[in-house]
């Protein structure tokens, strides 16, 4: 896989998120954002059995972000 | 009181699974919903997305699907086919390979997409519609990957695709 950003990084938006590739679809953005946070707010898995299960899918896929 | 309501509960599709977590679900919904009623990318290339990643990871629930708007078919079946190595891919075209090929490496290891490989697929999408393209393949892994590994039960009888009315933000069940 390449290193170097496969698209341009989107002007403006609130962070990181927002300036990434993802704010290239912001209405998108705001509905996985809503789905992301229901699922770390009203889980009912504990969040760090959370965490762990994210921290270990990134490092599985390789993702250093 | 809980036998009446585990009556009422789907038995098919999606609902059936993702219905016990209802927050969750709804959320879901509205997600999925947007790539089709905003028509983020074409439809008829998301609808042959969708079923070659179905291919890819086997999943026989999902490609028991087939999505209609207003009743007409997103992509007709010999499409269908030519997207699931069925039939001859000439029946696609030149960027929908592009962006068929970059969803089944998506699917089978991230890690070997090329930038050329990407290059054709932004080529044909634009920037905005190559980020939606990525977005629909993040969600149709994983939720296939969800769907076999809770065994979401097919909506029909799994031998002949249902036809189901393609979803949006409002979409209140999915198949």
């Not at chain 1, 896989?1 to 609130?14: A, F, N, S």
């Not at chain 1, 209405?27 to 994210?54: C, I, K, N, Q």
């Not at chain 2, 998506?106 to 190559?130: K, M, Q």
Request: with cysteine; hydrophobic share 45%.
């Amino acid at each position: 896989m390449g290193t170097r950003p496969r698209l341009p990084m989107p002007e403006g938006g609130e962070g990181a998120v927002a300036r990434s590739p993802l704010g290239h679809q912001p209405e998108t953005l705001a509905a996985f954002e809503r789905l992301y946070a229901t699922l770390w707010s009203a889980g009912v898995v504990d969040p760090r059995v959370l965490e762990l299960a994210r921290l270990r899918n990134a490092r599985s896929t390789d993702c250093g972000i | 009181m809980q036998a009446r309501e585990s009556t009422k509960r789907a038995t098919r599709g999606l609902d059936a699974v993702f219905g016990l977590r209802a927050d969750l679900y709804r959320d879901y919904r509205q997600f999925y919903g947007l790539f089709y009623e905003r028509a983020l990318i074409p439809l008829d290339l998301l609808e042959l997305v969708r079923l070659a990643v179905a291919d890819v990871l086997c999943c026989t629930s999902e490609l028991a699907i087939r999505f209609d708007h207003a009743g007409v078919p997103l992509v007709d079946e010999q499409r269908v086919q030519a997207a699931i190595g069925q039939a001859d891919e000439a029946a696609l075209g030149v960027g929908e390979r592009a962006c068929l090929d970059f969803a089944r490496q998506f699917v089978f290891d991230v890690h070997g997409v090329t930038d050329s490989g990407f290059g054709a697929v932004r080529d044909h999408l634009g920037v905005a519609g190559s980020v939606a393209l990525t977005e629909a393949l993040a969600l149709f892994d994983g939720f296939m990957r969800f769907r076999k590994l809770l065994g979401v039960p097919p909506i029909g009888d799994g031998a002949v695709p249902a036809h189901v009315e393609m979803p949006s933000t409002g979409s209140e069940t999915l198949p």
